[in-house]
Structure formats: C-alpha cells, structure tokens
C-alpha cells in the first residue's frame, strides 16, 4: 500500500449547494434519473445505481427547540474491513493502494452479495447490465495525484482529502474547535473508514448512518466458518470413510441364504 | 430358494432417472459453488466459460435440483418414514463402526438411509429456498439482515449435506459392494436383498409368487 488516503466529510462546513453531487455524475458520466418532487431539496430520493453521492436534507429540532437543517453528504466509506469486498465472489470489488475499495465492472457478475453485506447500504444494483456500482473515490483521479472530482467541486471546504493520519488529526482538531456534541464518524469501526465524517449532532440522530456500524456477524460467519468448512467438511468425511475402508473393510453380503448359488 | 432368481430389481427406471439427475444437478452446483466461493479456484469459472457464465450455470442448474428434490420427496418419503426398529438400528450404528448382534430387520431403507434422505430434504430445502430468494429477489426488496442470512443459510446448508454426501457415496459404492448396481441396472443380488432389506424381500417374493 502506497498511502492510504482519507476523505474527510466536514458537515458543520456544508451549505448542501450539491456541486459534488453534479461533479460525481459529471466525471463518472453517469446519467440523470428522472426524478419526482416529494417536498424536499433531497434530489433524488436515494442513492441510486447512477448516484453514487448524496446530499440528505435533514430537518432536525435540536434541544434548545430550534429547527435547523442537517446536511450530510451519504456515499461509499471505504472501509478498511470492508463487507462488500468480503463478500463479493469474483473480486470484482477490491482495495487499491490507498485504502479505498474500487470495482472492477467487468468483473462483476451481479450476484448482489455485496448489496446484502454493506452495514452502510451502499452499493446499488443496475438492472439493464446486471452490474453493481459505487463510489470508488475518483480512482483513476487519485492515481494521477488528483483530488476526487467531489472534492474538487467543493467551495465552501467541507470536503477535503490528504494522508489518512493528517486528516484524522484536522478532524479532531474541528471537532475540539466545533465543541458540544460534535464527533469524528469514521475512525472507530470496520478497521477506520477511508471517509470520515466531522459530524455536528450524534450518529443517531442522522437518517441513514448507522451508529455501530460493523461487517455483519451472517457475513462473518458466512465466509470465515462456512466457506472453509465446506472443504474440511468434505475432505473430514472422505477421510473418514477412507479410514472406515483400510480397518473395517466393506461391508459384506451374508452368503448364508444364498442356495448355492 | 433355488425357485428363487439370483437377482432381483429393486428400483424402477423412474427412479433411477430421478436419482441421477438429482445426483448431476447437485454436483454441477457444488463444483460451480465452489468456483464462486474460492477465488483461489478460478479455474473452476475459467473453464465454465467466466464467472458469469459460472453463476447462470449454478442457476439453472439449482433450478432442476430443486424439481428434482420435491419429486423425490414424492417418490421417497414413505419409503423413507421412520419407523420404532430404527432407533435400534441407530444405536447399534447400523454394525458399520463396531460388531453387533440381533440388528432389527430393515424393510426397504436401513434408518441410516432415511437419515440421509430427510437430510437431504432439509438442506436441499434451505439451498433451494435460498437460492430461489437470492436469484431472483434478494436483496432488493427485503430488508439487508434477511438477505444476509439468505447467503449464510445457503452456505451451511451445503457444508452439511456436502459431508453426508460423501458418506452417501461411500456406502453406495466401495463401502458396500454390490450396491451401486441398484442405481445402474437397479437389480441387485438376492443375497445382497437378504443382508440389506429383508423384510422387503420377503414382500416382493410374496407378491411375485401371487402373480
């Protein structure tokens, strides 16, 4: 690994204007989904095969009895223990170099495993071309020593991404500036997140965000207790039977009503 | 005895037919499982024609296990049912692993064979449900901590049914000689009848003599 990287998610910083919304689609060139008003600025409703990046527009009355939004940007975390990569069966999805988890398309069978494993309910299934697709953190802009075109796009400097142990240390540092019950989302599960969210309220009052997120304990058990088991339970049994085999020998017929024949 | 044939069918070509496709289809989809389960195994999906071909493959073929395991249970289950001797032929594990005396008479299937069936019933149940839900509707409309126990389930059913398979081929073939021939020409010797299922024997002899 080169150096990992993290995206760090500032929300305090965040006027949900959604120009990294716009820049994801834009440098992804992933087309637009005709969407419905639903009497939110949230646009589209969800995460979708072909929006991999999402403002959640949340309304929030705080313990003063004020009502104040809450933006928070939703997408892929790159998790160090990532689900998805656990799960997937083709190695379709995979770390690169800087901690990230990327996918190669062509390598995708459309299983949706990793649909299923995400603790963040992130990767989304395309029905047409049976692939599934994310945010891989501008990928092929990271190995060109480029920020992530989201980042980029930014304009007020809610988002910005450097060394992984550099900006751990801004997000601490903002959140001491910031005070009350703001915290740093990202850093104390799934063997630290490659985005990391300085978060102004606690994790559970965000929609969406789980607040102990973890690879699930199905998917644990799954691949580290099942999948090696199918092969020592097959090659215990065969054993087995061999060695019934060499001591015991077959099981004879008894030739007592045979009649001579 | 001598007005006796030497061999005698025990099973009718339905049967067999059943038998190995179920035998075939449940095979191919271990063997392609495999392939996606164990990327070290790429090979498995590379000579299959990829891995997508691999998952469709491990699709249709799940399709003609899962028929073929309710039409055993059509065929099976009443040969297969329980009854008291088994127990006693339980404990006495069939004489396979210890010398024992006075093991009740078995009708058509020994209880160890019957074990094996509901076995396969189960677990096959679970795969094909399971399958069934992944394949086609999973995890896109359930909620994601079901369609997570979809993939475990499927996955610790196999590790199950794939160990009593093998215990199942063994005692079809080397195990017991003379018995694979059921499943092949589906006649077997008259002794091997009077070892293995004698109180069936004496019935079929029963009704032989009547026609």
């Known amino acids: 690994m080169k150096q990992e990287f993290v995206k760090l998610i500032d929300v305090s910083r965040c006027t949900a204007c959604r120009g990294c919304q716009v820049a994801c689609k834009q440098w992804n060139e992933m087309p637009a989904s005709r969407t419905r008003q639903h009497g939110t600025y949230q646009n589209p409703q969800d995460l979708q095969w072909n929006t991999w990046t999402l403002i959640r527009f949340q309304e929030h009355v705080d313990k003063s009895g004020t009502l104040r939004w809450l933006f928070r940007k939703d997408g892929c975390m790159h998790c160090t223990n990532a689900a998805c990569v656990k799960s997937c069966p083709t190695g379709a999805l995979y770390y690169t170099e800087f901690g990230t988890v990327a996918i190669n ?5 459309g299983c949706k495993a990793c649909v299923a ?14 692939k599934i697709y994310k945010c891989d953190l501008c990928y092929t802009r990271l190995q060109e020593g480029q920020k992530p075109s989201c980042v980029l796009s930014c304009p ?4 910005s991404i450097g060394k992984k142990e550099v900006m751990i240390e801004k997000a601490y540092a903002r959140v001491k500036e910031l005070g009350g019950d703001a915290n740093v989302y990202g850093d104390k599960f799934v063997g630290s997140t490659h985005v990391i969210y300085v978060l102004t309220e606690k994790p559970e009052v965000y929609d969406e965000l789980p607040s102990h997120p973890a690879v699930p304990f199905s998917i644990i058990l799954w691949k580290n207790l099942f999948k090696p088991f199918t092969l020592i339970g097959l090659g215990a049994v065969a054993g087995l039977a061999g060695l019934h085999y060499l001591i015991k020998g077959p099981h004879k ?3 007592k009503n045979e009649g001579g024949e | ?3 006796h044939e030497a061999v005698v069918r025990i099973t009718d070509a339905e049967e067999r037919i059943v ?11 271990l063997f392609t499982g495999l392939g996606l389960q164990f990327q070290a195994w790429d090979i498995i999906p590379t000579i299959l024609g990829g891995y997508y071909a691999s998952k469709l493959m491990h699709i249709y073929s799940g399709v003609v296990f899962t028929g073929m395991l309710a039409y055993s249970f059509y065929m099976w289950s009443r040969d297969c049912s329980f009854e008291d001797a088994d127990l006693q032929w339980v404990l006495k594990a069939g004489g396979y692993l210890w010398p024992v005396k006075d093991l009740p008479p078995v009708y058509k299937y020994n209880a160890g064979q019957k074990a094996f069936f509901w076995i396969l019933i189960v677990c096959g149940v679970v795969i094909s449900a399971t399958g069934l839900f992944m394949w086609l509707w999973n995890p896109l409309v359930v909620p994601a901590i079901i369609a997570r126990l979809a993939y475990m389930a499927h996955a610790g059913a196999v590790v199950l049914l794939g160990a009593f398979i093998v215990v199942h081929m063994y005692l079809g073939t080397i195990g017991n000689p003379g018995t694979a021939s059921a499943m092949i020409t589906g006649l077997v010797s008259r002794a091997w009848c009077q070892t293995h299922c004698p109180r069936w024997l004496a019935d079929h002899e029963k009704k032989e003599a009547q026609q």
């Open chain 1, 117 to 130: 494993a995400c603790p963040f309910d992130i990767p989304r299934y395309n029905e047409a071309d049976e």
């Open chain 1, 105 to 109: 398309k062509e390598a995708c069978i």
């Open chain 2, 1 to 3: 005895m001598s007005s």
């Open chain 1, 253 to 255: 017929v008894h030739e």
């Open chain 1, 156 to 159: 007020t400097g809610a988002l």
């Open chain 2, 19 to 29: 038998h190995w496709l179920l035998a075939a289809s449940c095979l191919f989809c």
